[in-house]
């Protein structure tokens, strides 16, 4: 079956260090999605790809990095630079920019030590 | 950004009772869409709403798009344990690329 697949579920990182969220999608979308989601808030951009080799900022881009080499994957770094990173991670697909019907991964919870 | 208010923020019901929750901005949407998020998990799409006025059913589901198009709507009719979770309205502002996302209402049914 297709779906997104982020890895790992949880990630704990020690300050001052930069760790890389996985996401994947065999679902042969062309669009995708990094958002972040704090206890009370609704989720918030970080990063977005229509297409291969190209990624924009989105509204909470600082501290984070993104790569977008192959249709299927779109990996996230959470730089040392990110002040506040513990949140829960959530990584979406769309078949194309205008397709509303966003898949979302199952998430990644990462926790500062 | 702009986020969407979304009421209540918590709900606590007896199972078979019915639920209601909605959605507000002061900007218009032309897309309303409805996510429950299963705790730990990612959120899953329930309902689109395209049309202002549109009335759409999904099982005990129905979800209403406003016909100020600022508003959107949905019922839960008799609850029962699995739909625990936090229930997310959402609407593309800009366009995909510009999805808002409301703060939730966690809901808890009990048996």
């Known amino acids: 079956d297709g779906g997104i697949t982020q890895s790992p579920k949880y990630l704990f990182r020690k300050e001052g260090q930069n760790v890389t969220l996985s996401c994947e999608q065999n679902?042969?979308?062309?669009?995708m999605y990094w958002y972040r989601q704090d206890p009370g808030q609704g989720l918030r951009l970080i990063y977005y790809?229509?297409?291969?080799?190209?990624?924009q900022k989105g509204d909470i881009a600082e501290g984070y990095s993104v790569s977008r080499e192959k249709k299927e994957s779109f990996p996230l770094t959470v730089t040392s630079a990110q002040k506040n990173p513990t949140a829960f991670y959530l990584c979406?697909?769309?078949?194309?920019?205008?397709?509303?019907?966003?898949?979302f991964g199952s998430g990644t919870r990462l926790t500062v030590v | 950004g702009q986020q969407l208010n979304q009421s209540p923020q918590s709900m606590f019901i007896q199972e078979g009772e019915d639920v209601s929750m909605n959605c507000t901005s002061s900007?218009?949407?032309?897309?309303w869409l409805w996510y429950k998020q299963d705790p730990g998990e990612g959120p899953v799409l329930l309902i689109a709403?395209?049309?202002?006025?549109e009335l759409t059913s999904n099982g005990r589901l129905t979800a209403q798009f406003g016909i100020t198009r600022k508003d959107s709507f949905l019922n839960i009719s008799a609850s029962i344990p699995s739909d625990v979770g936090i229930y997310f309205c959402?609407?593309?502002?800009?366009?995909?690329?510009?999805?808002?996302f409301g703060a939730g209402t966690r809901l808890t049914v009990k048996p």
């Open positions: 979406a697909s769309t078949e194309r920019s205008w397709d509303y019907g966003y898949t």
């Open positions: 679902l042969n979308h062309d669009a």
């Open positions: 790809s229509q297409i291969v080799n190209d990624f």
């Open positions: 900007s218009i949407f032309n897309t």
């Open positions: 709403l395209y049309k202002a006025g």
């Open positions: 959402a609407g593309p502002l800009r366009g995909n690329n510009d999805m808002r």
